[in-house]
């Protein structure tokens, strides 16, 4: 961003810009949209968008981070809901229900699929940061109350190589127009995948 906004009133100038330019690209799609586009969305001059906004490419990375918190919040909200239901559960029936519902929460939203159908020419780095520190820290809290069950030995390499995979898979997944696997076949995969390096059994990962 150009300007950061400190003041209530600038803050709420980018929420509606941001709002616009998501309302925007579901409509244009994301190669046509322009920000002449986004400001007549969101009521105001083109001006007014630059002082925050140095780019189009400014403001979608921008709002792919926003939407990247916002799913995290989400998320949590979820988790914290059904903790009971989900400490009961085997690692298998949590990573494949975690699976699943990332899955079915991204496809159900154009903004989420349209954003992905483009994400190699994005600027996600910040948004992927935000998503793998999230999503350590919950399996962290996970592994430490199943500790008996789940001794795993160097869970920070472990949680660092499978939580990035996962997330380039999804986000390629959903991406395509075509993959060579069904859902299904993805989801039993990658939980078997998941499953087989954190069983750990307390062996050490040799570097």
Known sequence: MRKQPRQQRSREMVDRILDAT???IVEHGLERVTT???ADAAGINIASLYQYFADKDDLVATLVEKLSRDATRQVSENFARRRAEIDERDLRQVTRSGLRLSIAFLRSNALHLELLRHWQRLHVE???NHLESYFTEYCREYFARHFREYPV???RVRLYVLINSVLLLIVRYLGS???PVSEEELLEAVTEMMVRLMEGNGVTVHR
Do not use: F, K, Q, W
């Open 22 to 24: 998501g309302r925007c």
């Open 36 to 38: 002449n586009h986004i």
């Open 126 to 128: 910040g948004a992927m």
């Open 153 to 155: 030995a160097d869970l």
């Open 177 to 179: 127009e075509t993959t």
